[in-house]
């Protein structure tokens, strides 16, 4: 489900640059295509921590439930971005070029516009966390990529945070170029694997209002 995820948002990224025709925008279609075919599989730190925090059961069910609610309402505001369910979360894929300028870790006002939609949704379902992953292709030096993902990661928490966000519901990190998703052989592949993902995912409380569900206790996780 991962992988088809991928192979999607790379696809959505594709836009015809200004001045080619057509038959170069089919040829460049064909090159997205032969990047997801060099993807090699990896350890995505953002999918184990997914994983790691489902609780599984009648609980993860009752989990699952709330994260549909809350999926539906961020597709409807999230324009232009992958909103997938994984396991007993939410993983949100944003370009990174929609969200920053090049070698920038400010949030230009339109992206700050765009990401709005995302803190409206966080706020109104409290019983959740987000976890911030930033990641850079391969162009320059390693140690500038990391510097740059960790400068973008800080940034996006800071402004969630602004949004009225608690900081206690927020986690980033930067990755720089360590984990692509595809070649960096091709520029669609550099493009994709510049990237910013957000996993949102139920915290502690949820998880016991949950449990509580399974011996018919269970209250509804959104006050």
Known sequence: MVILASVLFVKSLYVPTAGFSQSSGERDT??????????????????????????????????????????????????????DRNAE???????????????????????RARLKGLARTLNKFHHSYAIIEVHTDDTGEAIYNQMLSDKRARSLENFLVKEGISINRLRSKGYGNKQPLFTNGTVEGRLANRRVEVAVVANDEMKALAKKGESGEYLAAKK
């Open 89 to 111: 979360g939410i993983l949100i894929t944003f370009p990174s070029q929609s969200l920053f300028e090049p070698d920038s870790y400010e949030l230009p006002p339109a992206a």
């Open 30 to 83: 064909t090159q997205v295509e032969v990047a997801v075919k060099e993807v090699a599989p990896l350890n995505r730190t953002i999918i184990m921590a997914m994983d790691n925090v489902a609780i599984g059961g009648a609980a993860g069910a009752i989990v699952g439930k709330q994260m549909d609610q809350q999926a539906d309402e961020l597709r409807r505001s999230l324009k232009e971005t992958t909103v």
